[in-house]
């Protein structure tokens, strides 16, 4: 009899992680209602009034520069810590005994900082968190919602002011389904409703995330600039990469002018475009016209997409 009642234990059991998922990943909760969700964000953030302490955690859509770059944009006093990987997702960050693809290549700078201890450290005022592409793979095999939810939680057990943000990216250039397609489906459909609104379902993330749109950014600003039959420099989208999906120095610079605005709540409007690169080498200059288009760009974009916790001064 007690061989059954296990036999019937058991059975419930796989029937229960089977309704929840893997049985590694626990329940994934329904996203939180588009009205809550909205609601969230009808308060912007205030500026940040001093320069910001900033840890990056992802991959090579981060990168080396872009941190660099975005410290120069900043007051002198702007600091940041990283850890990187090649295509490396939330999860693998995270768990101890999964190895962090190129862990070692993209961490041998001055500014890497093991994530846990960083967090745990309290020193932060802001933690950026990106998840891999393809999106819906990570989505699919890597919980995306759920090491979000554990990230988010692992900043503000460190440091409960700290800011949270997640950075939106984007797909290959030759995506088959359309690279502008993708960028202006993906928001709403995955990093929204499948990782950011679930996240936030969790009763235990009581406070917003917030958003840096990199890819809508790249979206709006590749519109414009094959609108006008190229702008400076840029004559194309493929101006802005160097090979399908890592930037350039181009791309690098107007992410790096998309997260100050997100961060810092100010306009990039007038900031310098002839900056430097990790390695110190100067970054190529995309000139005045081209960056006072970037500049402009990304204002528009963060102040009419409220996730982003900015809004028009």
Known sequence: MLQKFKRKSSALALLFLSA??????GCVPAPLDQGAFEALYETPLASAEAPLRVYHLGHSLVGRDMPVMLAQLAEDGHSFNSQLGWGANLREHWEPDIPVKGFEQENTHAQFRDPHEALASGEYDV???TETVEIRDSIKYQDSQEYLRKWARAARDGNPEARV??????????????WLARLDRDLGLYWEGEILR?????DDVTR??????GGQVMAAFV???EAAGGIGPIQSRNDLFKDQIHFNDYGAYLMALTHYAVLYGRSPAGLAHALDKANGTPAADPGPEAARAMQETVWQVVTAYSPSGVAED
């Not at 943000?165 to 359309?178: F, P, R, S």
């Not at 679930?198 to 969790?202: D, I, P, S």
């Not at 917003?208 to 749109?213: N, R």
């Open 223 to 225: 519109r414009q600039v």
């Open 127 to 129: 933690v950026v968190l």
């Open 208 to 213: 917003p995330i917030y958003v840096i749109p």
């Open 165 to 178: 943000y997640l950075y939106e990216t984007w797909h290959n250039l030759d995506d088959e389904e359309g």
């Open 20 to 25: 929840c998922g893997l049985a590694t990943r």
């Open 198 to 202: 679930r996240t936030l379902a969790h």
